[in-house]
């Protein structure tokens, strides 16, 4: 089953604006992972933040993850038509348990 | 090495069918996991298996049946299945089955099943 909640569900935006997804999830975590899945491929690990972290950043990547409401983001700047992805943050439940997915389209 | 291979890439089976599967890692990684994934849906945990034990089985039915042969390959066996079973079937792998230790999964690029 699903442990988070992701929005939006899809998101289009012009090459060189940021996105923001956001993750809400259910129970309490040690860490979050993101991940990205282009169509119809396997899911690539971009970052991971842990319950005691606030804010992490990674290249073009940034996550935050506040504890209290439960909750994440991932902010992609400057984005590029290659960032165009499916994205899905996961839980550490009994293993991995993804969100249900922010469909990416980063138009030229 | 640090990918997970998965074959075949694509599947066509009728529900008569027998077929697998098949995984392979070669990255040292001790848990090695299963998931289903439908369309515009996210991945769904099957089974995981930890130093080559099944130590999670989700409630998947028994026409799934997962095998691990070793610590580099894992399998899954099919049977009977049904045209709801069609979806993407990705194996992923990791230095630990203690997801609270926070270590990323390494997915395959996933089998397409379609069952007829």
């Known amino acids: 089953s699903q442990q988070g909640e992701e929005d939006p569900q899809a998101l289009s935006i012009q090459e060189g604006e940021n996105a923001t997804m956001n993750c809400s999830y259910k129970?309490?975590?040690?860490?979050l992972q993101w991940y990205r899945q282009n169509s119809g491929r396997g899911l690539v690990h971009l970052i991971l933040?842990?319950?005691?972290?606030r804010e992490k950043h990674s290249g073009r990547l940034r996550v935050t993850l506040d504890t209290s409401k439960k909750s994440s983001s991932l902010l992609i700047t400057a984005s590029r038509a290659a960032d165009t992805a499916s994205y899905f943050c996961?839980?550490?439940?009994?293993?991995?348990?993804f969100g249900s997915g922010t469909r990416l389209q980063v138009q030229p | 090495d640090t990918e997970v291979t998965q074959t075949p890439k694509h599947l066509v089976m009728g529900m008569t069918n027998k077929k697998s599967l098949k995984c392979e890692q070669h990255?040292?990684?001790?848990?090695m996991y299963w998931y289903k994934q439908k369309a515009k849906k996210p991945p769904e945990l099957m089974f995981v298996?930890?130093?080559?034990?099944?130590?999670i089985n989700e409630s998947v039915p028994s026409r799934f049946s997962p095998e691990c042969p070793n610590s580099s390959l894992l399998n899954l066996h099919l049977h009977a299945l049904q045209p709801e079973d069609s979806a993407l079937y990705l194996c992923?792998?990791?230095?630990?089955?203690?997801?609270?230790?926070?270590?990323?999964?390494?997915f395959g690029s996933g089998t397409r099943l379609t069952v007829v």
């Open positions: 992923a792998s990791s230095q630990s089955d203690r997801v609270k230790l926070g270590y990323g999964y390494t």
């Open positions: 129970t309490s975590i040690n860490n």
């Open positions: 933040i842990r319950s005691n972290e």
């Open positions: 996961a839980t550490d439940r009994r293993a991995l348990t």
């Open positions: 990255m040292g990684h001790r848990a």
């Open positions: 298996y930890s130093y080559e034990k099944l130590s």
